[in-house]
């Protein structure tokens, strides 16, 4: 067999799937029994699969990232209503219209990193959808370089932007996996404004970093006066639900020149907690 690095004498379950979809048409070779267990579609998406298949999709994703030679990733988090500002009449609101200049800075932001990076370190991962996602990895094109965009399946019809780098394009079903890829090569994580699914992916971030269960690395709010104005920061470490050394493990900046500075200029990375303040 042609390039074949298999290690055993065994027949490749490639070719068995193919033999098996030639079979004669017999009343057994028709029932659902007789089908390969690994070909079989409704197998596989039985309820006592589950664990089988939150296994394939870590390993999907990790093993073609490994072939693909990324070693390290900057995270873009961000609203996938945020338009492009060419597009901004026709936001939602004027909130919406506003924040299309973190558009520019996304997209300025990932070329600038795609420039200063390779091919394997620093590569740009976003979710893979339109807004702040599209223009994190349209910065990349506009470098030459290759970016990640980690989709998922939504009730309503989408498709990955096009910009996202075909063979670095994933589909997830469970959302645990997905967030797990976004922060398993992570080497900088960056938040520009969003909604529900950018909290959730900045205070989970935050909290494996706040509680040691991950190095910290630069961390990156892009639009302070945004972030002020939703969340009340101080509030809560006033209040003791965190410590006031909690709010150093994150910035706060405007602009792709400003978040490069802050990334040169950052301290302690790759360090994680031993203790957590204020426990």
């Known amino acids: 067999m042609k390039d074949d690095t298999r290690r055993h004498p065994f027949r490749d379950s490639h070719q068995d799937r193919e033999e098996a979809a030639h079979v004669p048409d017999t009343p057994q070779t028709r029932s659902p029994a007789y089908a390969l267990a690994f070909a079989d579609d409704d197998f596989m998406c039985r309820d006592e699969l589950r664990p089988v298949r939150l296994q394939l999709e870590l390993l999907k994703p990790e093993l073609m990232l490994d072939e693909a030679g990324v070693v390290s990733t900057v995270v873009m988090f961000g609203g996938a209503r945020i338009p492009e500002p060419a597009k901004k009449d026709s936001a939602r609101t004027k909130t919406l219209a ?79 996996i997905r967030k797990m890829h976004f922060l398993m090569r992570a080497s900088a994580i960056t938040v520009f404004p969003g909604g529900f699914g950018t909290l959730d992916e900045l205070f989970e971030a935050l909290t494996l970093i706040q509680t040691g269960r991950m190095a910290k690395v630069p961390f990156l709010l892009f639009g302070k006066a945004f972030w002020h104005s939703i969340i009340n920061w101080d509030a809560l470490s006033e209040a003791g639900t965190i410590s006031a050394a909690d709010l150093d493990l994150f910035r706060f900046v405007d602009t792709a020149e400003e978040a490069i500075a802050a990334l040169d200029a950052w301290e302690g990375a790759g360090e994680k907690r031993g203790e957590i303040p204020g426990r």
């Open 98 to 176: 506003e924040l299309s200049a973190f558009y520019d800075e996304a997209r300025t932001f990932a070329r600038l990193m795609t420039e200063r990076g390779d091919a394997s370190e620093n590569v740009i991962v976003t979710g893979g959808g339109p807004g702040v996602m599209e223009a994190g990895n349209r910065g990349a094109m506009d470098a030459g370089g290759r970016s990640i965009g980690l989709n998922i399946v939504l009730p309503h019809e989408q498709a990955p932007n096009e910009y996202v780098t075909p063979e670095l394009c994933f589909n997830f079903h469970y959302f645990a």
